[in-house]
């Protein structure tokens, strides 16, 4: 017979899900053929469906018939040879939007110059220890700045909704070639950890930099050089002027700064939605209990992951939803000046905290920030943001201590006696969450809150724990851009890109719009 490649979906019980003779068993029956006739198979998607009290597995894989399964090569990542008159491109920020945007640069045979303002990664880490530790923020070097950008030390999840899955597998192979666990490019839900993404933005720094690129840390963007309505170059805090072809404005959704500086030159910028809210808390066993239907001291499965969620309504025309859930994680302080309290939500590779965190938050609307704009204009929405950072800092009593509450608590509108447990190493002190945030957002919150207390029952016992504020959800900003070449519609060779600008919601989404804005520079 004739060899062949056929592609099957199977379903299999969890405890024979990682069994290649049950794989091969499930897909000769699937195929109707005999056993003997498939030479190889291989995993190209899994997923766990725990819809139902038995939990199963849910498998793609490419079957060889009458023949071995064909060789497949590990991704790789190359770039030709750099043309002497290559078009210089200065990237601003080195988080994912950046790295990306550079990457394919270089694949065009641009030279992409990489302006960061933090420290590469492994500097940043030591920075990081401040803020745990003593309560200080280093303002340029952070959980939100540095190489990799707020994702290198904030989990690392890959999970997107975007549909285009031709550059979604990129992404994804992409970061396999630099040394990204191999499982992405099959998982459903594909999760790199904190403790291996530096290394992956490590060698993606490297590979940018061997092709002919440039990456410079604690490169600071200062000044921009405007004239006759294009982008011309940019200034450093060291003083250095950059002349560029095109600026690919990547700077992520905490460099209000660089918003200052844009609103200063009177660079056309628009107010977009965003949300506000909690980081909330509970312990990994009961998600668990509740997402697999597990019995109350019945231990979760070798084979299954720490479960996660998502909750999601609409109350008075705002969404409240659950926002960067982190299975196994830690809630981590994520300010960036030494005057508010921001918390996010991080998970290691394995997933083992014995928490669960997630953001709660509410949808802020333009309109909704109006007392701030006769001052503020354009960035209301970030003094919004920045109000509520010192209020949680004021409340927290110092350093990066956190207002926190039992969601019990919160609901019946009292200070807790006392808080459980918790991952967040900086602490907590016991405050009225409830009356801390705008009475719009309290009042839809605590529906909320109750509608997913009945979906998923003990979300709202006393063993959940809300800590402020999560504020960093995305940019209240965004940066307009055409259509047509992704340029400033008023200033030709400036393209915003990535979640600062307001066009991504996540790495990769921001890789994504960082090739897709190199793609359009090179034209």
Known sequence: MTPSLETVDIVLPLDSSEDEAAWRSAAAE???????RIGGVRLRKHSIDARHRRVKVQLRLDVALDGPLPDEAAPEWHAPALPAAAKTVVIVGAGPAGLFA???CLELGMKPIVLERGKDA?????????ILREGRVIEDSNYCFGEGGAGTFSDGKLYTRATKRGPVAKVYEVLVAHGAPQKILTDAHPHIGSNLLPNVVKAIRNSVIAAGGEVRFLAKVTDFIIAGGRMKAVVTQEGEE???DAVILATGHSARDIYKLLAAKQVLMEPKPFAVGFRIEHPQPFVDRI???LQKDEKRPDLL???RYRLATKIRGRGVHSFCMCPGGWIVPAATENDEVVVNGMSLARRDSPFANSGMVVTVEPEDVKRFEKEHGVLAGIAYQKELER????????????PGQRVTDYLAGKISADLPEMSYFPGAKSAPLHELLPQGITSRMREGLRLFG???HGYTSSEGLLLGFETRTSSPVRIPRRDDTLEHPEIAGLFPCGEGAGYAGGIVSAAMDGMRCAEAVGG
């Open 30 to 36: 699937k195929l109707g053929v005999a056993v003997e």
């Open 102 to 104: 550079a990457l394919r």
């Open 122 to 130: 492994s500097a940043r880490r030591f920075d990081l220890a401040p």
């Open 242 to 244: 950059i002349a560029a």
């Open 291 to 293: 997402q697999y239907h």
């Open 305 to 307: 992951p720490a479960a």
């Open 391 to 402: 209020t949680a800092k004021i409340a927290g009593g110092g350093g990066q201590v956190a």
């Open 454 to 456: 009945s979906q998923m």
